[in-house]
């Protein structure tokens, strides 16, 4: 027994030669007890008894100090895990000082464990355990590729945010405005009011493209006029209409642009700068869209549907009168979204918190 017992102690350094050979005796001295018991030799028995009794006392001091050490380390990791101010000076997000709590007290309670073994001589176990808690980890990793992928990907993403909660944005073509960040995925609200959940690792390496980023935003859309027209005066109208639009800013001031000889109409595209802080985009293109069309027919513009037509015309083309004054917005162009509403209520909603987006983090 006492040379068995030397074997776990001393096993994890000794030749391989040598381990077996010390294994061999003591299942030598196994199968000598059983014979013993076998054969009713009794006195043999005791005294075989008696040895691994004398042996078991001679070890409870290791055992006592290999648990109080195990106890000690024990709650030196549950210490490290209710500190918090080392963890806030390394970094300024909620999810990575939970994660490096975690980490802190796993490292020093598996030190503790270590040493205790090591006091008690069962390093051999400590390193079989080890292998055995290697080979298990690269097993279930492999199982859990993806979900430890979308973890890693929302550590990074939390450090360093290519959005914040209600932007913009275009992932992979999927586009909404966001929600929140988790653990394992980002939550998109779709324009039409669905929620939509995207894998972390699809966004870290995705391709992003972020509206709300750059509060200045450009609008543009396309109108037809008629080739004989005078495509200088259908410009300075639609500029002049699109300026009049509230919102609009001056600077970048709008502009247009003729885009091609079409066959029965000839394409001109008018631009225009918005703040989205103060605009909403979707309705000031339209009310920039309505201005320009209503600008151009009451000036007489002929703008043609993309059809071949035969037409007689008069020799004078008869005038329309202009209009006293702009045409009224239908609507406040800064009116908030409704989506914007929504995504605020479920932020709010107790149920859930987790959001690993923070306002003092670094953006990219």
Do not use: C
């Not at 195990?70 to 549950?78: E, G, H, P, V, Y």
């Not at 290519?162 to 995925?185: M, Q, W, Y």
Request: charged letters at 25%; hydrophobic letters at 45%; zero cysteines.
């Amino acid at each position: 027994m006492a040379q068995l017992h030397e074997t776990l102690g001393t096993a994890g350094t000794e030749p391989p030669a040598e381990a077996t050979a010390v294994l061999a005796e003591g299942l030598r001295q196994q199968a000598e007890l059983a014979e013993n018991l076998r054969q009713g030799r009794w006195d043999a028995v005791l005294a075989d008894l008696r040895d691994s009794w004398a042996e078991l006392v001679g070890f409870l001091p290791l055992i006592a100090l290999g648990l109080v050490v195990l106890l000690t380390f024990a709650w030196l990791a549950r210490a490290a895990g209710r500190w918090q101010r080392p963890y806030r000076r390394l970094s300024s997000s909620p999810f990575v000082q939970e994660l490096l709590r975690h980490t802190a007290r796993t490292a020093i309670f598996i030190i503790g464990a270590l040493f205790a073994l090591e006091i008690v001589g069962a390093t051999a176990v400590a390193a079989a355990v080890l292998g055995t808690a290697g080979v298990l980890g690269l097993a279930v990793g492999f199982a859990f590729r993806d979900v430890v992928e979308n973890y890693i990907a929302g550590v990074l993403l939390s450090l360093r945010q290519p959005f914040e909660p209600n932007d913009h944005v275009v992932i992979e073509g999927h586009e909404g405005k966001v929600v929140r960040l988790t653990s394992r995925a980002t939550i998109l609200m779709t324009l039409d009011g669905n929620h939509l959940r995207i894998p972390n690792a699809q966004v870290f390496k995705g391709v992003i493209l972020n509206y709300s980023r750059n509060p200045l935003r450009q609008f543009d859309f396309p109108v037809g006029i008629g080739p004989g027209e005078d495509l200088a005066e259908a410009l300075r109208l639609g500029i002049a209409a699109v300026s009049s639009v509230p919102g609009v800013l001056a600077d970048p001031e709008p502009w247009a642009a003729i885009e091609a000889l079409g066959d029965s109409s000839v394409p001109v595209r008018y631009h225009g700068w918005l703040d989205q802080r103060r605009s909403n985009f979707a309705l000031s293109r339209s009310e920039a869209i309505r201005r320009v069309k209503a600008a151009l027919e009451a000036a007489g513009i002929e703008l043609p549907e993309p059809t071949y037509r035969v037409r007689m015309e008069p020799q004078e083309r008869p005038v329309r009168e202009q209009p006293a004054s702009p045409p009224a917005a239908p609507a406040d162009l800064g009116a908030p979204d409704a989506i914007d509403r929504q995504i605020a209520e479920d932020r709010a909603d107790a149920r859930t918190q987790e959001d690993l987006l923070r306002p003092e983090a670094a953006k990219e």
